[in-house]
């Protein structure tokens, strides 16, 4: 039997006398009420039409409320099937307790305070006990069917507080909605419809509700929702990392029989809603249906979507419930097409409520009670406004849809506030949660006497349940073994080696399409002929028994060079690894074999021993040219150990090959970084190994005698691109270093002799102008003023010469002293302002922080400042700008020195710190006071830098170590706190 079938006699055996008895007393009802409403008067007269049609209405209200209270049976099973069958009796004994509760306290006071005489539109004041019902138009019957709406709001909550609520705790809920919650907040909205002459204060703004979508469903969903977070979620529900599981559903075709009658019983409730019976009656029910399937179909395919094209029926039932929430307040007012839309967009939105209350808000409701009556509610409350013909509202559509709204919230503040306060006292007051270990054997037994018929049942349903587990998981097993036979299959077709299975015969049983492919056989030609006719009996496999002693007991053979024969019996040579294939028992029934073509291999590994023997070839070459070329050349690993050294640098430095491999080659020559005479620029710290190095260095050879090369660096790289070591090349200079030296001391011979008679000659000339020789007319002053200007010239000559020799020579002592950059270049910048301001230059200056303190000679960096800012004016546009900037930059401090002048192209910016160089000859220079100011800064070990733009200006950059917090300390400058 299927299991639909299964579940649904399941069901109905629980259910089924109940039913039965239930539909007759039904239907007698119905015909006894239709019987007992015509008047005593009939049989003496012929009754009027107005009397039919009075008639006619009480029978269609209490055939409607009949309808509304079968609603009962579609809320037991709809939350019995949705929970755990271990709390099933539990639901269905709650709802019965709330109906019955209803029933009398509903009588007592709650008719009362919602359609008695109204008190400023706030509550009703009579009626009470039904007293005086009677003499109004409908009478009982409508207070009969307002009776049975009441019900339906108080027995929402009990499903999202099932399976871990006290019953106590239902029953004053029940009282509490029942007598105070409902009542008053229906008086609001419905308190005129017994009384046409008054209205609630809700009902005076034009608040529209028909069928009550949010009076009977939000009200009731709402108090759901103050419960469900208050008691908790069930045990189980959440797992430590917040996520939510499955529980409950354990009959769903019951579930879906109650979902029928409640869609029955919706007929009633929205169709009774007139209290009469006309035309209308027909679009109300007609539009109640259509939102139903819009809700259920939406659902249906929302489900599908979400669950990867698996239907989810729990989601159409929730939909399908949601659409005839939400149709109640305006299904005598909108179109059938309005019905549509107000079911798609309920439908999506209880699924979407459902998941939030769940996943987000953490709030377990085991029957989506909230997420349909408290949502789907607001949803059609606030959605006929802006759906329904605009002749059936009470405003414009903007000022109808801010009423329904605040109608809607009004509804959410009284029944969830009041619903939580109660909730949260009663809770302190008596334990509203039944005890884990009750939720844990379930309230059937802990609430429910007579459980022995249950637990029969629930043995049969589990033995049902596990008979069909039991079939599903076979026909998953078989479904998986189906699977992975075709994947089993796809992998060994595409598998790129060959493979064979033989039986212990050695005959063969299978092969994959690769090795049909490898030799040139067709599958069917293989099956059944010997393994002897893919490879030689006489080498290889047989040749050592080698699968023989497979079968012995080895087990496996692993990569065994072999040969396999084509169907040309041409040799292929393969790796060959095989495994022994056995049955149940353990006892060997075949071998498998995977062979790998090895003929690219062999191929490769040929290839690359004739590289090799190039790459030797090739080597032999090397070393040849290095012997034959008359430069020193040597080759260093990547730690600067030797590896080879050329006859030229065996002549050069004195050192055989075999004396100097695997020496440090830095001190081997003397050039590690720090000894005197390395004069590669840039170095600072180890050279690396990745970029090329030129420049001039000292080295020793082995006798000490020291000579001067130019030399070269460049990287090793293999095949990849990688550095593996350094070429390094050395040329002896020492003629030339010797011939420069001369060259030195004769310009300082020669400075030293010109400055002599030129601070002579400077010395008469200032006597002259100033006239302490006599008068001078015009023309002798003018050029006396020329012979001033050019001694000025000379002197200013010799002086950079002078400077350039003793810093080559290194007769020049530079201090290392912290000095306060900051403090220097304020001093420097009052030396040049006169002749900024007689310029009209502007300055600008920005420091980091005032205390930056490098490490240098303090005269020696007012000399560089002093350069780089007159130069600065001197190369400025009058009216121009100059800008000092200080910073720290990691472990320096950086200087910027720019203007807005001139600008450098980018051609001169190479050689700007050459000697005698000068970028714009218009300006009078030496061209000697940036190389001098570049020595300076690299002896200070710094670095300088220049950026320029032609017609933009210049920066100049220096960068001077920092000085440390230790040396600050030792030289007094900080205390050491």
Same mark, same amino acid.
């Given at each position: 039997?299927?299991l639909y079938?299964?579940?649904?006699?399941?069901?109905f055996?629980i259910?089924?006398?109940?039913?039965?008895i239930?539909?007759?007393?039904t239907?007698?009802f119905?015909?006894?009420n239709?019987?007992? &409403?015509?008047?005593?008067?009939?049989?003496?007269?012929?009754?009027?039409?107005?009397e039919l049609k009075?008639?006619?209405?009480?029978?269609?209200?209490?055939?409607a409320?009949?309808m509304?209270?079968?609603?009962?049976?579609g809320f037991?099973?709809?939350?019995? $099937?949705?929970v755990?069958?271990?709390?099933?009796?539990?639901?269905?004994?709650k709802?019965f307790t709330?109906?019955i509760? &209803?029933?009398?306290?509903?009588?007592l &006071?709650?008719f009362?305070?919602?359609?008695?005489?109204?008190?400023v539109?706030l509550?009703?004041?009579?009626?009470?006990?039904?007293d005086?019902v009677?003499?109004v138009?409908?009478?009982?019957?409508?207070?009969?069917?307002?009776?049975?709406f009441?019900?339906?709001?108080?027995?929402?909550?009990?499903?999202?507080m099932?399976?871990r609520?006290?019953?106590?705790a239902?029953i004053?809920?029940?009282?509490?909605?029942t007598?105070i919650?409902?009542?008053?907040?229906?008086h609001w909205?419905?308190?005129g419809?017994?009384?046409?002459e008054?209205?609630?204060w809700?009902?005076r703004?034009g608040?529209?509700?028909?069928?009550?979508?949010?009076?009977?469903?939000?009200v009731?969903?709402?108090?759901a929702l103050?419960?469900a977070?208050?008691?908790?979620p069930?045990i189980?529900?959440y797992?430590?990392d917040?996520?939510?599981?499955?529980?409950?559903? @354990?009959?769903?075709?019951?579930?879906?029989?109650?979902?029928?009658?409640?869609?029955?019983?919706?007929f009633?409730f929205n169709?009774?809603?007139?209290l009469?019976?006309d035309?209308?009656?027909g679009l109300?029910?007609?539009?109640t249906?259509i939102?139903?399937?819009a809700?259920?179909v939406? &659902?249906?395919?929302?489900?599908w979507?979400k669950?990867?094209?698996?239907f989810?029926?729990e989601?159409?039932?929730?939909?399908?419930l949601?659409?005839?929430v939400a149709?109640?307040?305006?299904?005598?007012?909108?179109?059938p097409w309005g019905?549509?839309?107000i079911g798609?967009?309920?439908?999506c939105?209880?699924?979407?409520?459902?998941?939030?209350i769940?996943?987000?808000?953490?709030i377990d409701?085991?029957?989506g009670?909230?997420?349909?009556?408290?949502?789907?509610?607001a949803v059609?409350?606030v959605a006929?406004?802006?759906?329904?013909?605009?002749h059936?509202l009470? @405003?414009d559509?903007?000022?109808?849809?801010g009423?329904q709204?605040l109608?809607v919230?009004?509804?959410?503040?009284?029944?969830f506030?009041? !619903?939580?306060l109660?909730f949260?006292v009663?809770?302190?007051?008596m334990?509203l949660?039944?005890?884990?270990e009750e939720?844990a054997?379930?309230?059937?037994?802990?609430?429910?006497e007579?459980?022995?018929s249950?637990?029969?049942f629930?043995r049969?349903?589990?033995?049902?349940d596990l008979?069909?587990?039991?079939?599903?998981?076979?026909q998953? /097993?078989?479904?998986q073994?189906?699977?992975?036979?075709?994947?089993?299959?796809?992998?060994i077709? !595409?598998? /790129?080696?060959?493979?064979?299975?033989t039986?212990?015969?050695?005959?063969?049983?299978?092969?994959n399409?690769?090795?049909?492919l490898?030799?040139?056989?067709?599958r069917?030609?293989?099956?059944?002929k010997p393994v002897s006719?893919?490879?030689?009996?006489?080498?290889g496999?047989f040749?050592?028994h080698?699968l023989?002693k497979?079968?012995d007991?080895e087990?496996?053979?692993h990569?065994y060079?072999?040969n396999?024969l084509?169907?040309d019996k041409?040799?292929?040579?393969?790796?060959?690894?095989g495994s022994?294939l056995?049955?149940?028992?353990?006892?060997p029934? !075949?071998m498998?074999?995977i062979?790998?073509?090895?003929r690219?291999t062999?191929?490769?590994?040929?290839?690359?021993?004739?590289?090799n023997a190039?790459? $030797?070839?090739?080597n032999e070459?090397?070393?040849t040219?290095?012997?034959?070329v008359?430069?020193?050349?040597?080759t260093i690993?990547m730690?600067?150990?030797?590896l080879s050294v050329?006859?030229?640098?065996? !002549?050069?430095m004195g050192?055989r090959q075999?004396?100097?491999s695997?020496r440090?080659?830095?001190?081997l020559?003397g050039l590690?970084v720090?000894?005197k005479g390395?004069?590669?620029e840039?170095?600072?710290?180890?050279?690396?190994m990745?970029?090329?190095?030129m $420049?001039?260095a000292?080295?020793?050879?082995r006798?000490? /005698?020291?000579?001067d090369?130019?030399?070269?660096?460049a990287?090793l790289?293999?095949? %990849?691109?990688?550095?593996?070591g350094m070429?390094c090349?050395m040329?002896d200079?020492?003629?030339?270093?010797e011939?420069?030296?001369?060259?030195?001391?004769?310009?300082?011979t020669?400075?030293h002799?010109l400055?002599?008679?030129?601070?002579?000659?400077?010395?008469?000339v200032?006597?002259?102008?100033e006239?302490?020789?006599?008068p001078?007319?015009?023309?002798?002053?003018?050029f006396?003023?020329?012979?001033?200007?050019?001694?000025?010239?000379?002197?200013q000559?010799i002086?950079d010469?002078?400077?350039?020799e003793r810093i080559?020579?290194?007769?020049?002592?530079?201090?290392k002293e912290?000095v306060?950059v900051?403090?220097?270049?304020?001093q420097?910048? /009052?030396?040049?302002?006169?002749e900024?301001e007689?310029?009209?230059?502007?300055?600008?200056?920005g420091f980091e922080?005032?205390d930056?303190?490098?490490?240098?000679?303090?005269?020696?960096?007012?000399?560089?400042?002093?350069?780089?800012?007159?130069?600065a004016?001197?190369?400025?546009r009058?009216?121009?700008c100059?800008g000092?900037?200080?910073?720290?930059?990691?472990?320096?401090?950086?200087?910027d020195?720019?203007?807005?002048?001139i600008?450098?192209s980018?051609?001169?910016?190479r050689?700007?710190?050459?000697?005698?160089?000068?970028?714009?000859?218009?300006?009078w220079?030496?061209?000697?006071?940036?190389a001098?100011?570049?020595?300076?800064?690299?002896?200070?070990?710094g670095?300088?830098?220049v950026k %320029?733009?032609?017609g933009e200006?210049?920066?100049?950059?220096?960068?001077?170590?920092l000085?440390g917090?230790?040396?600050?300390?030792?030289?007094?400058?900080i205390?050491?706190?």
């Amino acid at each position: 039997m299927p299991l639909y079938n299964r579940n649904l006699q399941s069901g109905f055996r629980i259910q089924n006398s109940g039913f039965r008895i239930l539909f007759i007393l039904t239907v007698a009802f119905c015909i006894l009420n239709s019987i007992f &409403c015509i008047p005593s008067s009939y049989a003496q007269a012929a009754p009027s039409l107005a009397e039919l049609k009075r008639n006619l209405d009480i029978l269609w209200v209490l055939a409607a409320s009949a309808m509304v209270f079968f609603m009962q049976v579609g809320f037991t099973a709809f939350q019995a $099937g949705s929970v755990q069958a271990k709390n099933a009796i539990s639901i269905a004994l709650k709802n019965f307790t709330v109906v019955i509760l &209803c029933s009398v306290f509903y009588f007592l &006071c709650g008719f009362g305070l919602m359609f008695g005489k109204s008190l400023v539109g706030l509550i009703g004041t009579n009626y009470f006990f039904f007293d005086g019902v009677s003499g109004v138009f409908l009478g009982y019957a409508f207070a009969f069917f307002q009776l049975v709406f009441a019900a339906v709001a108080v027995t929402i909550f009990t499903g999202a507080m099932a399976e871990r609520t006290r019953l106590s705790a239902i029953i004053w809920s029940s009282i509490l909605i029942t007598t105070i919650i409902y009542p008053i907040y229906g008086h609001w909205v419905w308190g005129g419809y017994f009384h046409h002459e008054q209205a609630g204060w809700l009902a005076r703004l034009g608040f529209i509700d028909f069928a009550g979508s949010t009076v009977v469903h939000s009200v009731g969903g709402w108090f759901a929702l103050a419960g469900a977070m208050i008691v908790g979620p069930r045990i189980g529900k959440y797992n430590k990392d917040g996520t939510a599981n499955k529980m409950g559903g @354990h009959n769903m075709p019951l579930a879906t029989i109650g979902t029928f009658f409640l869609w029955f019983g919706w007929f009633g409730f929205n169709g009774g809603s007139a209290l009469k019976v006309d035309a209308s009656v027909g679009l109300t029910i007609m539009n109640t249906n259509i939102a139903a399937g819009a809700g259920g179909v939406t &659902c249906l395919l929302f489900g599908w979507l979400k669950n990867q094209r698996k239907f989810d029926v729990e989601a159409t039932l929730l939909g399908t419930l949601g659409g005839l929430v939400a149709i109640c307040a305006g299904s005598s007012r909108v179109e059938p097409w309005g019905a549509l839309v107000i079911g798609i967009v309920a439908g999506c939105l209880v699924l979407l409520g459902k998941d939030f209350i769940e996943k987000v808000l953490k709030i377990d409701d085991p029957v989506g009670a909230v997420t349909v009556h408290g949502i789907g509610g607001a949803v059609g409350t606030v959605a006929l406004a802006l759906i329904a013909p605009f002749h059936t509202l009470h @405003h414009d559509r903007l000022m109808q849809v801010g009423i329904q709204f605040l109608g809607v919230t009004v509804a959410f503040a009284w029944s969830f506030g009041l !619903g939580l306060l109660f909730f949260w006292v009663g809770n302190k007051i008596m334990r509203l949660r039944v005890s884990p270990e009750e939720e844990a054997k379930g309230l059937n037994i802990a609430e429910y006497e007579d459980v022995t018929s249950w637990l029969n049942f629930a043995r049969i349903s589990k033995l049902q349940d596990l008979t069909v587990m039991l079939e599903k998981r076979v026909q998953e /097993r078989t479904q998986q073994l189906a699977l992975a036979k075709k994947y089993t299959d796809g992998i060994i077709k !595409g598998m /790129r080696e060959s493979l064979i299975v033989t039986d212990t015969q050695w005959d063969i049983r299978d092969v994959n399409p690769t090795l049909e492919l490898l030799l040139g056989y067709k599958r069917p030609e293989l099956l059944g002929k010997p393994v002897s006719i893919l490879v030689d009996r006489d080498e290889g496999l047989f040749k050592e028994h080698t699968l023989q002693k497979l079968l012995d007991g080895e087990g496996i053979i692993h990569d065994y060079s072999t040969n396999f024969l084509t169907r040309d019996k041409q040799p292929v040579p393969v790796l060959f690894t095989g495994s022994i294939l056995k049955d149940e028992a353990g006892r060997p029934v !075949g071998m498998v074999g995977i062979a790998r073509d090895m003929r690219e291999t062999v191929q490769l590994i040929q290839t690359l021993q004739r590289t090799n023997a190039e790459l $030797g070839a090739s080597n032999e070459r090397f070393q040849t040219v290095m012997r034959s070329v008359r430069v020193p050349i040597a080759t260093i690993d990547m730690k600067r150990n030797v590896l080879s050294v050329n006859s030229a640098f065996e !002549g050069l430095m004195g050192w055989r090959q075999e004396e100097v491999s695997g020496r440090n080659f830095d001190v081997l020559l003397g050039l590690a970084v720090g000894t005197k005479g390395f004069t590669i620029e840039g170095a600072v710290g180890p050279l690396p190994m990745s970029a090329t190095w030129m $420049g001039k260095a000292v080295i020793m050879n082995r006798n000490g /005698r020291q000579i001067d090369v130019s030399y070269t660096e460049a990287p090793l790289k293999d095949f %990849s691109g990688n550095p593996t070591g350094m070429v390094c090349t050395m040329e002896d200079i020492s003629r030339e270093a010797e011939i420069d030296r001369m060259k030195t001391e004769f310009i300082s011979t020669v400075s030293h002799e010109l400055r002599t008679p030129l601070t002579s000659i400077k010395g008469y000339v200032d006597l002259m102008l100033e006239g302490d020789t006599g008068p001078v007319n015009e023309t002798q002053k003018e050029f006396l003023q020329i012979v001033a200007q050019s001694s000025n010239r000379l002197t200013q000559l010799i002086n950079d010469l002078l400077d350039v020799e003793r810093i080559e020579s290194e007769k020049v002592f530079f201090k290392k002293e912290p000095v306060n950059v900051v403090l220097v270049i304020h001093q420097v910048l /009052r030396t040049f302002q006169k002749e900024m301001e007689k310029k009209g230059i502007h300055l600008k200056t920005g420091f980091e922080r005032e205390d930056l303190v490098a490490e240098g000679d303090r005269g020696r960096i007012e000399q560089v400042l002093a350069n780089l800012i007159s130069n600065a004016i001197k190369y400025n546009r009058p009216t121009g700008c100059i800008g000092v900037w200080v910073r720290q930059e990691n472990h320096l401090v950086r200087i910027d020195v720019e203007d807005s002048g001139i600008g450098i192209s980018e051609e001169d910016q190479r050689r700007l710190f050459q000697k005698f160089f000068r970028a714009d000859t218009s300006v009078w220079g030496t061209g000697l006071g940036l190389a001098i100011v570049k020595s300076i800064v690299e002896k200070l070990g710094g670095e300088i830098s220049v950026k %320029s733009k032609l017609g933009e200006g210049t920066t100049f950059t220096i960068r001077l170590p920092l000085c440390g917090r230790d040396t600050l300390v030792s030289k007094g400058v900080i205390n050491n706190q």
